[in-house]
């Protein structure tokens, strides 16, 4: 099973990378750009095709691991 | 003072630690792989700077998942004083034993300068050898230093008393929130900071600011 967990920076929450694209983005000529924020994706394969258990797993590894709730949101998506 | 340094792939200040250490207790500290499962029975741990891991995912990320850290937690539950410089700091947020999180630095670059620290709580085993206000100076060299914690955290650490050192007269070198150099923990026995005292304690570093830190330790030890 395939699963695509997407990390993003909290509303609120300063990104001065994200600040730097969009600066990079409007020197590019790209002047509707109001906002750009940098996130992480992260493709994992799962054995096993149960998806319930495969979103709880994956639930497990975003609270441990992938993102810092203190700063990060995640959201989940399986094929 | 009996003290023990944990050593993680990518750590590279742990040997300035243990000179800093050996020196001011008078007895070398030992050194511990983060893949052990115990640490030795010390009266502080340190969690020296480097890039652990390459700073994969996110800057200590993946160290504050190694073995050794499930005894680090219990040891720090039990009182054991516990320093975490620069990417220790960044290991003690990412391990949930500091509050916040440190960020990309606000100006992006890595930043490897002098700045000046002023100890706004020498109430705490880390900082009682300072007087209150007292301003030194200390070496900084990190990329994500930029201390960030949502309002109510940031209200509640300082009302505590938790931030112990601050960036003073404009040289806060990462965006810090509110200047936060270094904070600790609730209960007072966890502390971690961006800068590196172990980096400014003998006459060839220029200036020996650094040893009130570990002076302040050993008197708690003692």
């Keep these: ?79 | 003072m009996k003290t023990a340094v944990i050593v993680f792939p990518g750590s590279n200040r742990d040997h300035d630690m243990f000179h800093a250490l050996e020196l001011i207790t008078g007895s070398r500290p030992q050194s511990v792989w983060h893949a052990e499962s115990t640490l030795p029975d010390v009266d502080l741990v340190v969690v020296p700077g480097g890039f652990s891991y390459g700073d994969y995912l996110r800057s200590g990320a993946i160290a504050a998942r190694s073995p050794i850290l499930k005894d680090l937690v219990a040891k720090a539950d039990n009182g054991v004083s516990v320093l975490g410089v620069c990417n220790g700091f960044q290991i003690l947020t990412e391990a949930g034993l500091l509050p916040g999180a440190l960020m990309r630095n606000a100006g992006l670059t890595f930043v490897c300068k002098e700045v000046l620290m002023e100890t706004v709580n020498n109430a705490t085993r880390f900082s009682s050898k300072f007087t209150r206000g007292q301003v030194w100076r200390c070496p900084v060299a990190h990329h994500d230093g930029n201390y960030f914690a949502d309002d109510e955290t940031l209200d509640r650490i300082e009302d505590n008393g938790q931030v112990v050192f601050r960036y003073a007269d404009g040289t806060n070198p990462n965006g810090s929130l509110n200047d936060i150099a270094g904070i600790t923990n609730e209960k007072g026995n966890v502390l971690g900071m961006m800068p590196h005292p172990e980096n400014l304690v003998e006459a060839l570093h220029g200036g020996l600011d650094g040893r009130l830190l570990f002076e302040s330790l050993a008197t708690q030890a003692a």
């Design chain 1, 1 to 79: 099973m395939k699963a695509r967990v997407i990390v993003t920076l909290k509303n609120g929450v300063l990104d001065p990378q994200g600040k730097a694209i969009e600066g990079a983005l409007g020197g590019l000529g790209f002047g509707d750009v109001d906002s750009v924020r940098q996130g992480k994706v992260f493709d994992v394969e799962l054995a096993g095709a149960d998806m319930s258990t495969a979103k709880e797993k994956l639930e497990q590894m975003c609270e441990k691991l992938l993102a810092n709730t203190v700063i990060e949101n995640y959201a989940i998506e399986i094929d």
